[in-house]
């Protein structure tokens, strides 16, 4: 089923997002939604937030990257209840975009590399190192389970030039071909 996405100004992307358990009701369930959210967004990463729910779950599939880096689109992870356990001090800038902020994209600078201890679908510990892009949208997803948008990262000027276009976002003055709330 595809869920609406929530979008900038909705108060849960602003929640610190609780962890959960097994017993968490219809979570295979969401699991599945949540991707199918995302692809039919054209999206690679979305967090459980983004679909009005505060609880640490994040989904990845770099598949649309198939044509232009096959390595990367075998990329398709389920975290729950991720903690990053180390970032590199180097930093790198990529552009980023997101499902709840759309028509944006802009340069965030972040670590480019972390350790990142999560637990899979079947809720199961991994320790995990990840480089480049996709420490990078591992990193952007995981924001999202700490209130946080790629927004608050682009540089002063930079987000005094896109005030007008994120309260257009708030005001839901936007065009998306998926549905919004
Ligand atoms: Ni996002």
């Known amino acids: 089923m595809i869920l609406p996405i929530y979008t ?12 959960i358990d097994k017993d968490y009701p219809g979570l295979d369930e969401l699991i599945k939604n949540m991707y199918e959210t995302m692809t039919h967004a054209d999206g690679v990463g979305l967090a459980a ?27 398709k992870i389920t975290m729950i209840n991720p903690e990053i356990l180390e970032e590199s001090e180097e930093e790198i800038a990529m552009d980023e975009g997101c499902l709840s902020i759309p028509g944006i994209n802009e340069t965030v600078v972040r670590p480019e590399y972390i350790k990142v201890k999560y637990l899979d679908e079947d ?33 002063p000027l930079r987000r005094q030039l896109i005030k007008g276009k994120l ?15």
């Open 167 to 181: 309260n257009n976002i708030v005001k839901k003055k936007i065009d998306t071909k998926y549905k919004i709330k």
């Open 123 to 155: 809720f199961n510990e991994h320790i995990e190192e990840f480089d480049g892009f996709r420490a990078r949208v591992v990193q952007h997803e995981y924001g999202h389970l700490e209130g946080e948008l790629f927004t608050d990262l682009v540089k």
């Open 8 to 19: 900038y100004g909705q108060p849960v992307l602003r929640k610190v997002a609780e962890p």
């Open 49 to 75: 937030p983004q679909v009005g729910l505060p609880i640490r779950l994040l989904v990845i599939d770099l598949a649309p990257f198939k044509e232009d880096n096959p390595e990367l689109a075998a990329f």
